[in-house]
């Protein structure tokens, strides 16, 4: 049964570009959350998706933007990087349900900046 | 807005002795409380968790703690081993059937000395 599964693993992008994260939710699971981690740092949440729609949002600029596909696999996008977005992002899937649910994570995406 | 604050930032134990993680919530309305533990190029992984409506959890060696009108909640390891040593993660999240939102602390660095 895999996990969640994301790609690239790293990734080097130069200030004022765009990129574009991936994610594959653990089997079953429907609903995928996306945090940026600093070194040293808690994850921060950024997002969430279920049945193709942001539901939650942190305090995160337009820059992050999302999307989340019928087979509940989701991408992250941020456009015009900046410096301050070198991080580790980390994706998260879980079932939706009356309350908060059990959050697996993948082994998430290194971005560098330069 | 939404903020968990967690300490120790670091804890040294010894091989055997207890590990004690404190965390403290501002959103009244969380209604479920994850610990996470994430190793060095890893993500994050579930190690329990515990909802509003419980007081105390346990799991073999680890226990938590959810006092809720002091919005604070604990992690327990008793018998520390040296694979316990890693990185904690208390969060709070809140949220329902229109998604939910999960605020992590700025984590534990817990070493385990044989």
């Known amino acids: 049964d895999a996990g969640v599964t994301q790609s690239p693993t790293h990734l080097i992008k130069t200030r004022g570009q765009q990129v574009t994260l991936r994610c594959s939710p653990k089997?079953?699971?429907?609903?995928v959350s996306w945090y940026q981690q600093a070194l040293g740092q808690g994850p921060q949440f950024i997002f969430q998706?279920?049945?193709?729609?942001?539901?939650q949002r942190g305090n995160f600029p337009d820059r992050f933007s999302g999307h989340q596909f019928p087979n509940y696999s989701s991408e992250l996008n941020v456009n015009a990087l900046l410096l301050g977005d070198s991080a580790l992002y980390l994706c998260?899937?879980?079932?939706?349900?009356?309350?908060?649910?059990?959050?697996?994570f993948g082994d998430g995406t290194r971005l560098s900046i330069l | 807005g939404e903020n968990v604050e967690q300490h120790p930032s670091t804890l040294s134990v010894q091989e055997g002795d207890s590990a004690v993680i404190k965390c403290t919530y501002s959103d009244s309305a969380s209604n479920y409380f994850p610990w996470y533990k994430q190793e060095l190029g890893k993500g994050p992984q579930l190690i329990i968790d515990i909802r509003s409506n419980v007081g105390e959890k346990k799991d073999q060696r680890i226990a938590v703690t959810l006092n809720k009108t002091a919005k604070h909640f604990s992690l327990h390891i008793t018998e520390t081993q040296p694979e316990d040593s890693a990185v904690y993660f208390c969060a709070a999240s809140v949220g329902g059937t229109g998604g939910f939102k999960t605020i992590f602390g700025a984590g534990t660095r817990l070493f385990v000395k044989a």
């Open positions: 089997s079953g699971h429907d609903t």
């Open positions: 998706y279920y049945e193709e729609e942001e539901r």
């Open positions: 998260a899937s879980s079932f939706q349900g009356v309350t908060p649910q059990p959050q697996h």
